[in-house]
């Protein structure tokens, strides 16, 4: 018997300001991510602007598919338009829903308290946001704007608003929605495999891929952060193959394995240090406080990340990191002594178990035939005494060369707190 095959699920998003690159789109991506995770096959994600007639026919596009997620056009204004579009599309007529207009009046009001903005253009505005498909199920707002889960002759359609934060609120009451709910009761589960590399090329993973009988398990990667992202996704009934795929893989690429469980390096660092009580301090020049940022950038890291300081002067990186200068005049601000006498100098300064030192040529231009742009030096000490340093040329932009940097930072302190 052949296993069952997944449903499919689409999302629009709305917003001429997506299509004209004024913004980039959030919610097509993490709504792709939310789908995949709950079994379904994810066909398209479609940017329209906000014209009906764009709307209109890309719900005609997916209009073979199980569930339909949109996003924006949900507001009060002239051109937000999802809800009226929707409706065609169901072929059912939009009807005042009172008890949201109520909900909404009630989020409104201290608003309009406040910023003096009440009268009959906020009342018209409430009213339109409160116009909802016949039969559908309203979803209270986030913000100000409701959601909805509209039966279609086709695909359901849950429409959601467009802010991030709102959309990503109210997903929880979508999938606990009855039209919803029953949809993803039917659901045949298969859990993806997730791993994760660094300094991997995915040609390496192809090449592994192509010597192994993969069955019926779908691969993507993908590359983030210098992160090579393997996702291995079987059919419902068929995990096993999944979890002989993901041994077979970490097994051939072990040197460059981070997790096999999706955890990525920043996670791992972070419960390294917590589980040793360590703390970390950062002495920067080229990234410009990029790591310090990135390290921080998880909730509690107060509790390993001591401090850092941006030396990008020479006289910085003596007065406050106390590199010294004569090291600097006979090597040069960007080199390997210069980088461990920063990584020296943070932990010393901050205390801490753990110091790295990053310093190096971001470009355009400084580069030079010894030390061309891209020419980055890293160094991380331990008060144990461990050291790691490596100096490798990285490619790109001056912006890519900063980013590189902090990745490969961050997996040299795990090499190091690793032990």
């Not at 699920?9 to 001429?16: H, K, R």
């Not at 997506?18 to 789908?35: C, F, H, K, V």
């Not at 932990?347 to 980055?376: N, Q």
Request: charge should be negative; charged fraction near 20%.
């Amino acid at each position: 018997m052949s296993a069952p095959a997944r449903p499919r699920a689409a999302v629009v998003v709305t917003g001429s300001e997506l299509l004209t690159g004024t913004i980039p789109d959030a919610n097509g991506p993490w709504l792709s991510r939310e789908l995949s995770a709950l079994g379904f096959e994810v066909s398209h994600v479609l940017v329209v602007g906000d014209r009906p007639g764009d709307l209109a026919a890309a719900l005609e596009f997916v209009r073979d598919a199980a569930l339909v997620v949109t996003s924006g056009g949900l507001g009060p204004t002239a051109d937000d338009l999802t809800g009226e579009v929707v409706a065609a599309f169901a072929g059912v007529p939009l009807e005042l829903d009172e008890r949201m207009r109520e909900r909404i009046a009630g989020i409104l009001e201290a608003w309009a308290r406040r910023t003096g903005f009440g009268g009959p253009a906020l009342e018209e505005a409430n009213r339109k946001q409160a116009m909802v498909p016949r039969g559908a199920i309203a979803l209270d707002p986030v913000g100000t704007a409701p959601g909805l889960v509209v039966r279609t002759p086709g695909p359901l359609v849950v429409v959601l608003p467009g802010p991030p934060r709102e959309l990503q609120g109210m997903w929880p009451a979508a999938l606990a929605a009855g039209p919803v709910a029953a949809l993803l009761a039917g659901i045949p589960r298969a859990p993806a495999r997730h791993l994760r590399f660094f300094g991997l090329p995915e040609s390496e993973i192809a090449a592994t891929l192509r010597t192994v009988d993969v069955g019926d398990v779908e691969v993507t990667t993908c590359l983030r952060r210098s992160e090579l992202e393997v996702d291995l996704r079987p059919v419902p009934g068929d995990e096993d193959a999944a979890d002989d795929l993901a041994a077979v893989l970490a097994e051939r690429h072990e040197r460059h394995l981070v997790s096999m469980d999706g955890r990525t390096t920043d996670e791992i660092l972070a419960g390294e240090l917590l589980a040793r009580g360590w703390t970390v301090a950062t002495g920067e020049s080229c990234t410009g406080g990029m790591l310090a940022s990135r390290l921080v950038d998880r909730a509690g890291s107060s509790d390993y990340v001591a401090g850092g300081v941006v030396a990008y002067s020479n006289a910085a990186k003596t007065d406050l990191l106390g590199v010294p200068a004569e090291l600097i005049a006979a090597h040069g601000a960007v080199s390997p002594e210069v980088a461990r006498a920063l990584a020296d100098g943070a932990r010393s300064r901050f205390g801490a178990d753990v110091g790295v030192g990053i310093t190096g040529v971001a470009g355009p231009g400084g580069g030079t035939e010894a030390k061309p742009v891209g020419y980055v030096c890293f160094c991380v000490t331990t008060a144990d005494g461990r050291v790691i340093a490596r100096d490798p040329r990285l490619p790109g932009s001056r912006s890519d060369v900063r980013e590189r940097s902090t990745d490969l930072a961050m997996h040299l302190l795990l090499r190091a707190v690793r032990g």
